[in-house]
């Protein structure tokens, strides 16, 4: 398994403004992922975060507007840039861990932005 | 594209009260198929991995099983502490950089 953390836990913030969230994890990971749960809602996956790469982002996502970083194999960070109050959700990190015999993702706590 | 979807929605169920919910899947190849259990506000917290169909996995009340078209999550004589949204997502070979998909989620809440 994996212990992942996250900060800030939760942030109300002003549209127009940015915020960075970290990604903590306790062992060295190939993959990292960063979801996003909107208010009711499942999850989606933002992109993959590959250390000594652009992350890849999937279709409805942008580098520009999520930014993510991920300088080694034990941190990433995801910023929600000129945010407004539809990026309202809980952001998510997530890691798998995996060999020939198994697969298995872990997720972190979340964080809650409220964009007011 | 890999699709999920589960069913119902919403479960009530009273405590002791034996029940199962449903992971319809469609997947290019399946790496895995997921279960994950979410209290509010918190992170989804990783119950299972299943490979094949066939493939058991049982967690103190909790049995997962696979066929090659859906999952079922049984719960055998809940308590109030089983109530939480149940998450069910499929990884496929066929997915670039190993993405999981996911349904809605099962809203289960059981009463004493």
């Known amino acids: 398994s994996a212990v992942i953390s996250q900060k800030p836990s939760r942030d109300i913030c002003q549209r127009g403004t940015s915020l960075t969230i970290q990604c903590q994890v306790d062992s060295q990971v190939t993959m990292m992922f960063w979801y996003r749960q909107q208010p009711g809602q499942s999850l989606t996956l933002i992109a993959t975060?590959?250390?000594?790469?652009?992350?890849?982002?999937e279709s409805g996502f942008v580098i520009d507007k999520f930014p993510i970083s991920r300088p080694n194999l034990t941190f990433s960070t995801l910023t929600v840039s000129n945010m407004s109050p539809e990026d309202s959700s809980i952001y998510l990190c997530?890691?798998?861990?995996?060999?020939?015999?198994?697969?298995?993702?872990?997720f972190g706590p979340g964080t809650r932005l409220t964009v007011l | 594209e890999d699709q999920v979807t589960q069913s119902p929605e919403a479960l009530r169920l009273q405590e002791g009260e034996s029940s199962s919910l449903n992971c319809s899947y469609t997947?290019?190849?399946?790496?895995?198929l997921f279960w994950y259990r979410q209290d509010p506000g918190k992170g989804p917290e990783f119950l299972f991995t299943?490979?094949?169909a066939g493939e058991e996995k049982e967690k103190e009340r909790l049995k997962a099983t696979l066929t090659k078209k859906e999952s079922f999550l049984h719960i055998t004589a809940p308590k109030p502490e089983d109530s939480a949204t149940y998450l069910c997502a499929v990884q496929g070979w066929g997915n670039a950089g190993n993405m999981l998909t996911f349904g809605g989620g099962t809203r289960l809440m059981v009463k004493p």
């Open positions: 975060a590959n250390q000594g790469s652009e992350a890849t982002y």
């Open positions: 299943l490979y094949s």
């Open positions: 997530s890691v798998e861990t995996s060999d020939d015999s198994y697969n298995e993702q872990f």
């Open positions: 997947v290019s190849g399946l790496r895995g």
